[in-house]
C-alpha cells in the first residue's frame, strides 16, 4: 500500500469515526428531548412541543440516516397543494404510472418512493423514515406505511418521493407531508396558476431556505398566453423569500395516456434532475442538507430548552398556589376548632341528621 493510499484510508476512518460521535450525539439529543415532559399549556410550552417534534423527526428522519451512509441515494421529495399535479409529475419522472391520478381530493393518501432497482435495498429497509412501515403500492394503504416501487428511468443513486399535499383535508396526510419534507435532500415544488400565490405553499418555499435544500417548481395546467405574467408573478415571491436562483418549469393541461406529462415538458426536468444526481453534486448537496439540518435541530432545541424554563416556572408558581391555598384553608380550619365555631352553623344544623338523638349527640354537645 502507497503512503497516499495509506493516509486515505486513515483519513477516511477518521471521517467515519467522527460520524460515529455525531450520530451518538444526535441519538443521545433525540432520546433527551423525547423524554421531556412538556405538558403545560403556557404558549412557550406548546412551542417547544413542536420543536421536539422538529428535533425527533430532523435526527430520526434526516440526520441518522444520512450519517450512517453518506453515499446513500438522495431523496427528491415532490410536494404541494392538493390537485397541483404532484401525482402526474412523479409518474412522469418515473416513466411508469406508479401513483395515482385523479379528481379524488386528496388523491395521495400513501406516500410512494420510487427508485432504481440497483436502490431497492436501501428504502426497502427503514434507514429513511423508520417510523414508516413498507410495503408494494396498495389502494387504501393507512398513511402511517410507504410504498416503494422501481423504475430503471430513474438513474441510480436518486429516489423521488410522492408526498401527500401539505393543504389536505387529512390533518394526518398534512403532518406526515410535514415529516417528508424534513427527511428530503431536495424538493421539487408543484402547483398550478391558481394556487402559487396561497399562503401555506410560499410557507414551505420558504423554510426550504432554512433547511438548506435544492428547490424547483413546476407550474402545472398553465396556458401559453399567461405563461410569461404567472412565472413572473411567481419569481417575484421567490425572490422575496430568497429563492431568487430557484428554477421554475411550467406545463400545459396536455397528458400523456399514461397521466404523464409530453416529453418536451419533461425534458428541462429530466435534465435538471440528472444534474442533482451527479455524484458529485449529490455530494454536495447531501452535505449542505444535513448542515442545514444540523442548524436546524439546534434552533429547535432552543425552543424546547425554552419551553422547559417555561415549564418549571410555571410549575413552581403551581405549586405555590397551592401551598398558598391549602396553608389558608389548614388555617381557617384549625381556628374553627379553636373557637368552637366549626360545630356551629351549617355543620351543627346537619349534625342531627348524620348522628341522630342518640347518645353521640349527647356526647358532642
Known sequence: MSDEDQT???????????????????????????????????????????????????????LLPRLADADAPMVVVVGGSTGSGKSTLVNSIAGLP???????????????????????AWFSERRILPGMARGARADGDAPASLSVAMSTALPPGLA?????????VAEA??????ELLRAADVWFWATTPTRYGDRRPLEYLERAGTYGRPVAVLINKLEATVRNKVVGLLRERLTDAGLEDVPVFTADRGLTEDARLPDDFMTPISDWIARAGDHEVRRATIARSLDASLSGVTAALERVSEGIDAERVASERLI??????YGTARSRVRDALEDGSLLRGEVARQMPEAFGTGRYMRQIE
Request: glycine share 8%; net charge negative.
Open 8 to 62: 486515505n484510508e486513515n483519513g477516511g476512518g477518521q471521517d467515519s469515526a467522527r460520524l460515529e460521535r455525531v450520530a451518538a450525539a444526535l441519538a443521545g439529543v433525540r432520546d433527551a428531548v423525547d423524554h421531556s415532559v412538556l405538558a403545560l399549556g403556557e404558549p412557550a410550552v406548546v412551542d417547544a412541543r413542536a420543536g421536539r417534534e422538529e428535533v425527533i423527526s430532523r435526527i430520526e428522519g434526516h
Open 98 to 120: 406508479i401513483t395515482a391520478v385523479g379528481a379524488k381530493r386528496p388523491t395521495t393518501t400513501t406516500p410512494v418512493i420510487v427508485c432504481h432497482p440497483d436502490d431497492l
Open 173 to 178: 396526510n398534512h403532518a406526515l407531508a410535514d
Open 160 to 168: 423521488v418521493i410522492d408526498a401527500p399535499d401539505i393543504d389536505s
Open 320 to 325: 405555590d398556589h397551592v401551598d398558598e391555598a
